[in-house]
């Protein structure tokens, strides 16, 4: 059996994102998650460098990995032609693909992308489907969001969309066959498989944190990852 | 800023743009957040540029949300996107035009990783004909719709209708351009004016009659993130990367900002009104807000469609003050109508921002 | 009498043609600019002493003219052909000469600062590069008139080490310079808060380690160990900097009034043009290769053309001229098989 280590390095963006890292910082400088979160791209550049398998399952375990935003401006700039961000990704693939994601509350909340972003992929071949997504979950998005959301469809409509309809056009109804390929394409490629580690691994979790867990958006377990913070994740 | 030192790096950094015969593929946020924009780019691309553009209403998303939400894997998003080549080349086109930055930025690294490594892309072939029995060609030419619209700005110029010229002052409309993070962070080459000093919208600003401000949070991505704002516990990620753009470009007293990615407006926009709400604070003049617009509807603007038709009723923060110094008019008893002419309501007002 | 032709009018080709010459040999040194000296006159002082650099050159002109090597200024060569073992070349101005040996001591150019894009060389106006700060240390600041700044930085490794400008080498020379420079800055503006801006200190000659020490414990000068990211202007014309203090794990931003990029060694223009030329090869950073490295490094692949000083990579004058007093044995011993 592969060690984790062999299993990371495997990943084609390890190939392509992690040369050498000689600690310069230039990457951490212009980190939006740097600047924010107890968190600096550098230092995860050279803990994967040094493949201890120890330090590497403790990675896959914690917050740490999550708090990029794959914004890239890391590879813009490295002297070296590292890439933070695409070891991030990979990081979070075999996170997820061990199950290693739910032990930190950060990782446990790839639940709620799967539903949520997974679900409308699935149903609907669009990673957003907003109607009905208001400003109880996102009060940011403010009073217009509200009065689109009211007259969601004709307002599609006022702006020239064929919302739900045939042929091209805006928001229009993807065909049941090419979503029949996305999800063949999700069988074959591995999509499928993850989906349901996932699901599987965030079960068993909230049965562990005595956390009621159901299918939907709708159950215990579900609010506690969307919405918990230990507040303990901010550079001082 | 030294004029000469940009232009020798833009010099650098020009790219293939095909001239015509584009195949067309959405963008989940623009098309849930800004329908008006790509309603406005396809209605400009025919109307006044005789462009051939075409969608294939079998091309779905890209997926790179979910990429880049990691719950896609990687072989998954490569797979998706060879499909949407796949039907690329059975419409008879080879030149992609991604509405979307994120989609744009996966389709070069994608391009990019074949290139480099092509037993993966042997790999995918085998996967999506596996899949849905189909085959496909790359891409000859791959260019965002932003670098179409700057390929054109000066036809465009030459068919306004308006200036971006503040019709009270003389002067040029100052402008903010914010470029998507997978625009040309990943690979510079590939974008118009490179990763440092992109031109792709301050082209299309200064051949509008606009002039660009540059300010020290520039390049900081506005804070999609991604995972950090979809998910609720983390968009206090979203809020401070905004926050750190708007605190910066404050002292330049920016009279609008452009963006060219789909998601970027849609925070620049409706966190201005979060942060008014969370801090009491409001940028720009007046307590409005500093109104944030996309690359589509700034043309469409020019070019004296209705601002109602291009989809200004759905930001936030209020776009009329730009609107006025502009001197294109508009009809505030028709902003909240819908296709027929009737009645759905007001938003509310906003506690803090202030709102036509 | 046998005759060499040296191209490039540097140190490196001084010294050679010196050293030649008193071999007994015919010597014509060919220099492209109207005076001999090279790089190394631009640079006020050198390290690690801060002696004037007018001393060296004055030292190495008083034996060349004590010497029989025929000088030609505003010389450039753009014909070279060899028949049997005699090389015949033709200058820009259309004189012939021939030698039985040539040596290449086309030297380097500073690193084009603009191409670092996000440091904002050629944008911003107070960006500069080491070559010009030492302009100002010719002028005693007069270009800058009244203007005094309190902070300034000095940024390591531009051009070097540097995957994505093209070079991957280091410079050499640039670390102990920045020390240098650093310390004369602080001397002209005392009060001003001088930061350098490093990834490592190659403090490995004679005297850079006490150099370092005393740019410390005398003039105060913060070394951070952080590599520039980004360059931005503020609303006030200064200059905010992004960095990572990488040995207490922060990032931060400082405003300062001037910084002076530490450019590196590229092959020069010169060097460039006479490699295609004489059909030379370079090595992996774009330098000219020597035929074996450590055991002949004046030979090129060439026979019959020696290549010396920092057209075969980054030297300091003290590896450039015991460069070139070796060059001259190799020749002497080629010219006598």
């Known amino acids: ?236 | 800023m030294k004029l000469e030192g940009l232009k020798k790096i833009w010099k650098e950094y020009q790219k293939e743009i095909a001239d015509n015969n584009y195949f067309y593929v959405r963008s989940c946020v623009r098309q849930n957040f800004f329908p008006g924009s790509e309603t406005t780019f396809l209605r400009i691309m025919k109307e006044e540029l005789g462009k051939n553009i075409y969608e294939n209403p079998c091309h779905t998303t890209c997926t790179a949300i979910g990429y880049h939400g990691d719950i896609i894997p990687l072989d998954t998003v490569m797979t998706v996107v060879a499909r949407q080549f796949a039907l690329m080349t059975e419409s008879g086109y080879e030149n992609l035009v991604p509405s979307c930055i994120t989609s744009f930025g996966l389709y070069t690294e994608v391009l990019d990783t074949w290139h480099h490594f092509p037993e993966i892309e042997e790999k995918i072939r085998k996967y999506l004909k596996k899949a849905t029995g189909r085959e496909f060609e790359k891409p000859k030419n791959l260019a965002h719709a932003s670098d179409i619209i700057y390929k054109f700005c000066k036809e465009i110029a030459a068919k306004a209708k308006y200036k971006l010229i503040n019709t009270n002052t003389g002067e040029p409309i100052k402008v903010v351009d914010h470029i998507g993070c997978h625009y040309s962070k990943m690979f510079p080459s590939k974008g118009i004016g490179g990763a440092e000093y992109p031109y792709v919208l301050q082209g299309m600003i200064e051949a509008w009659g606009g002039e660009i401000i540059d300010y020290p949070e520039r390049r900081h991505c506005c804070g999609f993130g991604f995972r950090q704002f979809i998910v609720q516990a983390n968009r206090g990620y979203s809020v401070s990367c905004s926050k750190k753009k708007f605190d910066s470009m404050e002292q330049y007293k920016p009279d609008m900002i452009i963006t060219n990615c789909p998601g970027c407006p849609m925070f620049l926009d409706k966190l201005q009104y979060a942060i008014s709400e969370m801090e009491g604070k409001v940028y720009g003049e007046n307590g409005h807000g500093i109104p944030v617009f996309t690359y589509e509807e700034v043309a469409g603007l020019v070019l004296g469609y209705d601002p109602w038709d291009i989809g200004l009723q759905v930001h936030q923060v209020a776009c009329e003050p730009l609107l006025d110094k502009i001197g294109i008019p508009y009809d505030l008893s028709k902003k909240y109508l819908d296709v027929n002419g009737g009645c759905l309501g007001k938003p509310e007002k906003a506690n803090v921002l202030k709102t036509y | ?337």
């Open chain 1, 1 to 236: 059996m592969k060690s984790l280590v062999e299993n990371l390095f495997d990943d084609i963006r390890i190939k392509e994102g992690l040369k050498a890292c000689i600690n310069c910082g230039t990457c951490t400088a212009i980190c939006p998650a740097a600047s924010f979160y107890d968190y600096d791209p550098r230092e995860l550049t050279v803990l994967v460098q040094n493949k201890n398998e120890q330090q590497l399952k403790n990675l896959l375990s914690s917050d740490y990995i999550w708090y990029c935003g794959e914004c890239m401006s890391c590879k813009t700039r490295c002297p070296k032609d590292n890439v933070p961000g695409l070891i991030i990704e990979a990081l979070r693939s075999l996170s997820q693909d061990t199950g290693l994601f739910i032990e930190s509350e950060k990782g446990r909340q790839q639940l709620y992308i799967k539903r949520v972003i997974g679900g409308w992929i699935l149903k609907y071949g669009y990673c957003l489907y907003l109607e009905g997504v208001g400003t109880n979950t996102h009060p940011e998005q403010g009073p217009v969001w509200d009065w689109r959301q009211k007259n969601w469809s004709e307002t599609l409509k006022r702006l020239g969309a064929n919302y739900k309809g045939d042929g091209p056009g805006i928001l229009r109804k993807i065909p049941e066959e090419a979503l029949e390929e996305i999800r063949k394409i999700f069988d074959e490629t591995g999509a499928t498989a993850r989906f349901n580690k996932i699901e599987e691994y965030s079960k068993k979790k909230a049965a562990e944190m005595n956390l009621e867990f159901g299918d939907g958006l709708d159950n215990e377990y579900f609010h506690h990852i969307s919405t918990h913070n230990s507040n303990k994740h901010n550079r001082e």
């Open chain 3, 1 to 337: 009498m046998k005759k060499i032709i040296i191209i490039g009018g540097g140190i490196a080709g001084m010294q050679a043609a010196v050293k030649l010459s008193s071999l007994g040999y015919i010597v014509d040194l060919i220099e492209k600019e109207d005076d001999l000296g090279g790089q190394v006159k631009k640079w006020k002082k050198i390290f690690p002493y801060l002696d004037e650099s007018s001393k060296i050159i004055e030292h190495i002109t008083t034996n060349l003219k004590k010497s029989n090597v025929n000088i030609h200024t505003n010389s450039s060569i753009s014909f070279v052909e060899k028949k049997s073992n005699t090389f015949r070349l033709i200058s820009n101005k259309n004189k012939h000469y021939e030698a039985d040996a040539i040596v290449v001591a086309t030297g380097f150019d500073v690193f084009d600062a603009h191409k670092k894009e996000e440091y904002g060389y050629g944008i911003f106006p107070n960006v500069i590069t080491n070559e010009d700060l030492e302009k100002l240390f010719h002028s005693n600041f007069a270009e800058w008139e009244e203007k005094k700044p309190e902070k300034i930085g000095f940024i390591h490794c531009v051009g070097s080490r540097d995957a994505k400008a093209g070079n991957i080498y280091c410079s050499k020379v640039c670390c102990v310079t920045a020390v240098k420079q650093a310390i004369e800055l602080k001397q002209h503006f005392p009060n001003a808060d001088v930061y350098c801006f490093y990834m490592d200190l190659r403090m490995y000659g004679k005297h850079f380690e006490e150099l370092y020490k005393e740019a410390q414990e005398r003039y105060n000068i913060n070394f951070v160990r952080a590599r520039l990211s980004e360059v931005n202007e503020t609303i006030a014309q200064k200059l905010l900097i992004k960095v990572e203090d990488t040995l207490t794990s922060k990032p931060m931003k400082l405003t300062l009034d001037c910084i002076v990029l530490m450019a590196g060694m590229v092959p020069s223009k010169g060097t460039q043009a006479i490699e295609k030329l004489l059909k030379l090869n370079i090595d992996e950073n774009k330098f000219l290769a020597v035929k074996q490295p450590v055991l002949s490094e004046n030979e090129s692949n060439q026979e019959g053309v020696f290549i010396v000083g920092t057209a075969t990579g980054p030297k300091t004058i003290t590896d450039t001229l015991n460069d070139a007093s070796a060059c001259a044995l190799a020749i002497h011993e080629y010219l006598n098989k």
